[in-house]
């Protein structure tokens, strides 16, 4: 029977998608196995039918093969799904079984593809193929995967958009982009005859350096003409958007755009004047897939979503926000969007993004992990939590040795393709419906690598070690947004010196804290017991009236080290059979897990010394801190610098110089009694930092138990005063007992009394946050040597009205003028260079709207950023814009300089009477350096912004 002849009412048909008389699909067949004469598809002898009856049992991409009397019987319901039976009809046909049934787990299974990045940084579409692009594809689809999603290690638009009316502002020549947009038209081709669904990346609302500066727009005055910038609300910006979308999407046939946050929190007014109303109104409506990354206002992704005509779907990193990375715990917040989708009665396919990127849960894209047992439980419990998809996501092609990807994909790349590929193996068979059985992954073993069983067995074990190790390291770091990048201290790897709660307290106990999201999630209000509480602080170890718990720090640092040393001991014992870049891959992990080891002693050995027994212990802590830091140092001099998450590298020489002064301190006569009550008022005062905690600063129940233990440290600092008055020590030490009080004094928020003059000046502080930016050495050392608990800034503001506007003044004094517009010039262009003067306004004291505006260097642009509060949910950031009326001046002398921005009542939005209360912050970071924040009222982790922390300006 002929594929014409075939009648379509008997249970059976040719699949209509399939025409035998295109070539594309003929093509994409013969790719896949099959071979096309007569008028008939044939699997070697065996002449192929498709069933439609029946197949919307097996599920979204689920197949049944079965043969008989010459005829393979397909029954599926989709393109990828037919073409992923013939894939596995070779396979089949060998065996005895006469049925193979798939039934796959979730509906939604993207796989993202990284374009490779030329020698000079740019993404390499020249160097992709329409081969390339078939065997990719056919892997996918062999893999059951559904969609494929495109990165263009970065902003894509400027690779591919035509730009029409705005050309002049591209950054590569008109024919370079035509050509990759030409090259990525294949690769959609290829996608749609293969049955996969089509997405490509957006960081949204980013737009060309070059049209910002002939704008006007100050931020971003950027030498380099490809520089990208993002979310600034202004016409020119927003046409050119309406513009971008209109022509990319009416030349190029992707189905699906992800749209990311991650530039422009929320970027609620884009969406909602641009994004949503231009591709809406388009011909051809593309999809959208919305990553939640940043996004925080689920009120309005819903408004959105509600009024798109198109389907909209939504992602989330499977793994929560505070990195804790070694439970294989899928983040629970899926149940709170879909509690936000069905009270709107809206269908949303939520889809958690999985896999070894940096950007989806564990960052160890470019290193060796391999444990399909963490896979396997980690996606389980993604399932129960109700997801209906996944995107696979990975910064290296993993699939790069399935099929010939010479051309494209590097050596070094296909090396780690080829240590790593049971990442995404793992998910595939999770996918088909397998279960974790350690048995089964040795003969994988033995048959990826080509090995005999015994050695397969050793290999599995060696790679599942090593694993382990590599991502113990991230337990370290259960870090936040302010906290993760503007800590000196991070560069450590321990927990030292911030006495973080373990990450799985924090993530089981949000939901009953008052928190503040800032920028990344939404916060939960169900009960969420996704961890073991089983982790203990490196203080409460340290700690001798504690008992210790079963993973405390010194267990882990131990197994930590026991597991990379014993696979790096496998691994050299396989350099024949597994190669050498096997052994250098396990012995980096080994180094990392050694390095992370050492310092966690190293931190236990110092810890100890809030607790001290007597002088003599204090001395042998202190040699045994050294002593771990010493071995990290001989570590760095034989394997080279450990890099830990987000590739920041540590290096121990600052705090091995730091403990040497010590121990000359410790050596000589000192006050014991004072040094007893001394260490015991910086711990309780470190304390804090267990109570006030990122994203539990509204809370005004734990800035009271601040106060609390404030008023405890200071009365152990009296105590030591005392201990110690007239010695050489007492100095050092009533300096500490003045710094507590202040930081009393702060928990108050500041008032000006705003009149036509300018007020006295009041001083901008260093926001520490309790010392989140300290080192545990500081603590010690302050007590032997006088030590600066600030910044060493010296910067004021003040304030004044007229009839039309608040003027806010600041000036920085004992400051190398000159060299510091020096600095500023050299940054220009940088996207938070405005972060240098920033006013924050409440003007209705209700913490339900902050205006923050940025005052430029050099004057006379200030930049506007609305932020709603939305409660537990933190900030909705507006688009930054410029306003009319408001204005900075600067005046620079030789060893100081000042700024006056005025902010018209009209811009502001109301005219204060007589009585009246704003709330007020003023902030800066004029050396733009990490740590460097001041501010007038202390916001504490969330910052200047924070609306519960604001000052008062009474008119």
Same mark, same amino acid.
């Given at each position: 029977?002929?594929?014409?002849?075939?009648?379509?009412?008997?249970?059976?048909?040719?699949?209509?998608?399939?025409?035998?008389?295109?070539?594309?699909?003929?093509?994409?067949?013969?790719?896949?196995?099959?071979?096309?004469?007569?008028?008939?598809?044939?699997?070697?002898?065996?002449?192929?039918?498709?069933?439609?009856?029946?197949?919307?049992?097996?599920?979204?991409?689920?197949?049944?093969?079965?043969?008989?009397?010459?005829?393979?019987?397909?029954?599926?319901?989709?393109?990828?799904?037919?073409?992923?039976?013939?894939?596995?009809?070779?396979?089949?046909?060998?065996?005895?079984?006469?049925?193979?049934?798939?039934?796959?787990?979730?509906?939604?299974?993207?796989?993202?593809?990284?374009?490779?990045?030329?020698?000079?940084?740019?993404?390499?579409?020249?160097?992709?193929?329409?081969?390339?692009?078939?065997?990719?594809?056919?892997?996918?689809?062999?893999?059951?995967?559904?969609?494929?999603?495109?990165?263009?290690?970065?902003?894509?638009?400027?690779?591919?958009?035509?730009?029409?009316?705005?050309?002049?502002?591209?950054?590569?020549?008109?024919?370079?982009?035509?050509?990759?947009?030409?090259?990525?038209?294949?690769?959609?081709?290829?996608?749609?005859?293969?049955?996969?669904?089509?997405?490509?990346?957006?960081?949204?609302?980013?737009?060309?350096?070059?049209?910002?500066?002939?704008?006007?727009?100050?931020?971003?005055?950027?030498?380099?003409?490809?520089?990208?910038?993002?979310?600034?609300?202004?016409?020119?910006?927003?046409?050119?958007?309406?513009?971008?979308?209109?022509?990319?999407?009416?030349?190029?046939?992707?189905?699906?755009?992800?749209?990311?946050?991650?530039?422009?929190?929320?970027?609620?007014?884009?969406?909602?004047?641009?994004?949503?109303?231009?591709?809406?109104?388009?011909?051809?409506?593309?999809?959208?897939?919305?990553?939640?990354?940043?996004?925080?206002?689920?009120?309005?992704?819903?408004?959105?979503?509600?009024?798109?005509?198109?389907?909209?779907?939504?992602?989330?990193?499977?793994?929560?926000?505070?990195?804790?990375?070694?439970?294989?715990?899928?983040?629970?917040?899926?149940?709170?969007?879909?509690?936000?989708?069905?009270?709107?009665?809206?269908?949303?396919?939520?889809?958690?993004?999985?896999?070894?990127?940096?950007?989806?849960?564990?960052?160890?894209?470019?290193?060796?992990?391999?444990?399909?047992?963490?896979?396997?439980?980690?996606?389980?419990?993604?399932?129960?939590?109700?997801?209906?998809?996944?995107?696979?996501?990975?910064?290296?092609?993993?699939?790069?040795?399935?099929?010939?990807?010479?051309?494209?994909?590097?050596?070094?790349?296909?090396?780690?393709?080829?240590?790593?590929?049971?990442?995404?193996?793992?998910?595939?068979?999770?996918?088909?419906?397998?279960?974790?059985?350690?048995?089964?992954?040795?003969?994988?073993?033995? @048959? &990826?690598? %080509?090995?005999? =069983?015994?050695? #397969?067995?050793?290999?599995?074990?060696?790679? !599942?070690?090593?694993? *382990?190790? +590599?991502?113990?390291?991230?337990?370290?770091?259960?870090?936040?947004?302010?906290?993760?990048?503007?800590?000196?201290?991070?560069?450590?790897?321990?927990?030292?010196?911030?006495?973080?709660?373990?990450?799985?307290?924090?993530?089981?106990?949000?939901?009953?804290?008052?928190?503040?999201?800032?920028?990344?999630?939404?916060?939960?209000?169900?009960?969420?017991?996704?961890?073991?509480?089983?982790?203990?602080?490196?203080?409460?170890?340290?700690?001798? @009236? &504690?008992? %210790?718990?079963? =993973?405390?720090? #010194?267990?882990?640092?131990?197994?930590?080290? !026991?597991?990379?040393? *014993?696979? +790096?001991?496998?691994?050299?014992?396989?350099?024949?059979?597994?190669?050498?870049?096997?052994?250098?891959?396990?012995?980096?992990?080994?180094?990392?897990?050694?390095?992370?080891?050492?310092?966690?002693?190293?931190?236990?050995?110092?810890?100890?010394?809030?607790?001290?027994?007597?002088?003599?212990?204090?001395?042998?802590?202190?040699?045994?801190?050294?002593?771990?830091?010493?071995?990290?140092?001989?570590?760095?001099?034989?394997?080279?610098?450990?890099?830990?998450?987000?590739?920041?590298?540590?290096?121990?020489?600052?705090?091995?110089?730091?403990? !040497?002064?010590?121990? *000359?301190?410790?050596?000589?006569?000192?006050?014991?009694?004072?040094?007893?009550?001394?260490?015991?008022?910086?711990?309780?005062?470190?304390?804090?930092?267990?109570?006030?905690?990122?994203?539990?600063?509204?809370?005004?129940?734990?800035?009271?138990?601040?106060?609390?233990?404030?008023?405890?440290?200071?009365?152990?600092?009296?105590?030591?005063?005392?201990?110690?008055?007239?010695?050489?020590?007492?100095?050092?030490?009533?300096?500490?007992?003045?710094?507590?009080?202040?930081?009393?004094?702060?928990?108050?928020?500041?008032?000006?009394?705003?009149?036509?003059?300018?007020?006295?000046?009041?001083?901008?502080?260093?926001?520490?946050?309790?010392?989140?930016?300290?080192?545990?050495?500081?603590?010690?050392?302050?007590?032997?040597?006088?030590?600066?608990?600030?910044?060493?800034?010296?910067?004021?503001?003040?304030?004044?009205?007229?009839?039309?506007?608040?003027?806010?003044?600041?000036?920085?004094?004992?400051?190398?003028?000159?060299?510091?517009?020096?600095?500023?010039?050299?940054?220009?262009?940088?996207?938070?260079?405005?972060?240098?003067?920033?006013?924050?306004?409440?003007?209705?004291?209700?913490?339900?709207?902050?205006?923050?505006?940025?005052?430029?260097?050099?004057?006379?642009?200030?930049?506007?950023?609305?932020?709603?509060?939305?409660?537990?949910?933190?900030?909705?950031?507006?688009?930054?814009?410029?306003?009319?009326?408001?204005?900075?001046?600067?005046?620079?002398?030789?060893?100081?300089?000042?700024?006056?921005?005025?902010?018209?009542?009209?811009?502001?939005?109301?005219?204060?009477?007589?009585?009246?209360?704003?709330?007020?912050?003023?902030?800066?970071?004029?050396?733009?350096?990490?740590?460097?924040?001041?501010?007038?009222?202390?916001?504490?982790?969330?910052?200047?912004?924070?609306?519960?922390?604001?000052?008062?300006?009474?008119?």
């Amino acid at each position: 029977m002929t594929y014409k002849q075939l009648p379509t009412d008997a249970g059976t048909a040719i699949d209509p998608d399939f025409n035998l008389e295109s070539e594309p699909d003929r093509q994409t067949l013969t790719e896949c196995g099959a071979s096309v004469r007569d008028g008939e598809i044939r699997v070697g002898t065996l002449r192929v039918v498709f069933a439609v009856a029946g197949a919307a049992t097996l599920g979204r991409d689920g197949f049944r093969l079965s043969r008989s009397d010459g005829v393979l019987t397909i029954a599926a319901a989709t393109r990828a799904a037919r073409l992923s039976a013939l894939l596995a009809a070779p396979e089949f046909l060998v065996g005895r079984d006469r049925v193979l049934v798939r039934q796959l787990r979730f509906n939604r299974r993207f796989y993202k593809h990284e374009i490779f990045r030329a020698p000079d940084g740019e993404p390499a579409l020249a160097r992709y193929t329409e081969g390339f692009w078939a065997g990719l594809c056919r892997e996918i689809v062999r893999r059951h995967f559904n969609g494929v999603a495109i990165y263009l290690s970065g902003e894509p638009f400027p690779q591919l958009a035509d730009y029409g009316s705005y050309e002049r502002y591209a950054a590569l020549p008109s024919e370079v982009r035509t050509a990759n947009r030409r090259q990525f038209k294949v690769f959609l081709a290829t996608a749609r005859r293969y049955g996969l669904e089509s997405l490509m990346q957006q960081y949204i609302t980013k737009f060309p350096a070059a049209l910002g500066r002939d704008v006007g727009i100050p931020f971003f005055n950027s030498r380099d003409p490809g520089a990208t910038t993002a979310d600034f609300r202004h016409p020119r910006v927003y046409d050119f958007h309406r513009e971008m979308y209109a022509r990319f999407f009416a030349d190029v046939p992707l189905d699906r755009l992800i749209v990311n946050f991650e530039s422009a929190p929320n970027s609620t007014d884009f969406c909602r004047e641009v994004l949503v109303p231009t591709l809406g109104a388009l011909p051809r409506v593309p999809n959208l897939f919305f990553r939640l990354w940043y996004m925080t206002n689920p009120e309005a992704l819903c408004d959105w979503i509600a009024s798109y005509p198109g389907d909209c779907m939504v992602s989330h990193k499977i793994m929560d926000t505070m990195d804790a990375y070694l439970y294989p715990a899928a983040d629970s917040r899926i149940r709170e969007w879909k509690a936000w989708f069905a009270a709107r009665k809206l269908r949303v396919d939520w889809n958690y993004l999985v896999g070894p990127c940096h950007n989806c849960g564990s960052n160890i894209s470019r290193r060796h992990w391999s444990d399909p047992e963490f896979l396997y439980t980690l996606l389980g419990k993604a399932e129960r939590l109700g997801a209906d998809g996944f995107n696979f996501h990975t910064i290296c092609e993993l699939l790069a040795n399935t099929f010939p990807s010479k051309a494209v994909v590097d050596p070094g790349e296909r090396e780690m393709a080829r240590l790593n590929q049971f990442h995404v193996d793992a998910v595939v068979d999770f996918v088909r419906g397998g279960r974790f059985n350690a048995d089964e992954w040795v003969d994988r073993h033995a @048959a &990826q690598f %080509k090995l005999t =069983r015994p050695v #397969a067995r050793r290999v599995f074990a060696a790679m !599942r070690d090593s694993s *382990r190790a +590599e991502i113990m390291h991230l337990e370290q770091f259960p870090l936040t947004t302010s906290e993760g990048y503007a800590v000196e201290a991070r560069r450590q790897l321990a927990q030292s010196p911030l006495y973080h709660p373990p990450a799985n307290v924090l993530l089981n106990g949000q939901y009953r804290e008052d928190p503040h999201a800032f920028w990344s999630f939404i916060n939960k209000t169900v009960p969420d017991r996704s961890y073991p509480d089983d982790l203990q602080t490196l203080i409460d170890y340290a700690d001798p @009236a &504690q008992p %210790k718990s079963a =993973r405390n720090p #010194a267990k882990l640092a131990q197994q930590m080290l !026991r597991l990379g040393v *014993r696979s +790096e001991r496998t691994a050299l014992a396989l350099r024949r059979e597994m190669g050498a870049r096997w052994v250098k891959e396990v012995t980096s992990n080994r180094a990392l897990a050694e390095a992370c080891s050492l310092d966690i002693r190293s931190g236990l050995a110092l810890f100890r010394l809030y607790f001290p027994r007597n002088a003599a212990r204090v001395r042998r802590d202190v040699d045994e801190a050294m002593a771990h830091l010493r071995s990290l140092e001989a570590l760095i001099r034989r394997d080279g610098m450990p890099y830990i998450h987000m590739q920041e590298p540590y290096h121990p020489a600052p705090d091995l110089d730091a403990l !040497r002064r010590l121990r *000359r301190h410790l050596g000589k006569a000192y006050p014991w009694r004072a040094f007893q009550h001394y260490a015991a008022s910086v711990k309780t005062y470190n304390d804090i930092r267990r109570h006030v905690r990122p994203w539990r600063v509204w809370s005004p129940r734990t800035l009271r138990k601040a106060g609390q233990l404030l008023e405890q440290a200071g009365a152990r600092a009296q105590e030591a005063v005392r201990a110690c008055a007239g010695t050489r020590f007492e100095p050092m030490v009533e300096a500490w007992a003045t710094y507590l009080a202040q930081e009393r004094a702060w928990l108050t928020p500041p008032t000006f009394n705003c009149g036509e003059a300018w007020a006295a000046w009041q001083p901008l502080v260093h926001d520490n946050c309790f010392n989140y930016g300290g080192f545990a050495w500081a603590d010690f050392l302050a007590f032997f040597e006088p030590m600066p608990r600030d910044k060493g800034l010296t910067i004021m503001c003040s304030v004044r009205r007229d009839a039309d506007a608040l003027w806010v003044r600041l000036r920085e004094e004992n400051v190398d003028a000159a060299a510091q517009r020096r600095r500023w010039k050299e940054l220009e262009g940088a996207h938070d260079l405005g972060g240098i003067t920033r006013v924050f306004l409440d003007v209705d004291r209700k913490g339900e709207l902050l205006q923050q505006w940025s005052a430029i260097p050099h004057g006379p642009t200030v930049v506007a950023r609305p932020m709603v509060c939305q409660g537990r949910n933190g900030f909705d950031s507006r688009a930054v814009r410029m306003d009319e009326g408001v204005t900075a001046a600067f005046r620079y002398e030789k060893q100081a300089w000042e700024v006056a921005v005025r902010l018209a009542f009209d811009a502001l939005g109301k005219v204060p009477r007589a009585g009246d209360v704003w709330g007020l912050n003023v902030a800066a970071n004029t050396p733009i350096k990490r740590n460097h924040a001041v501010s007038w009222c202390k916001g504490y982790e969330v910052g200047a912004g924070n609306p519960q922390r604001l000052g008062g300006v009474v008119f």
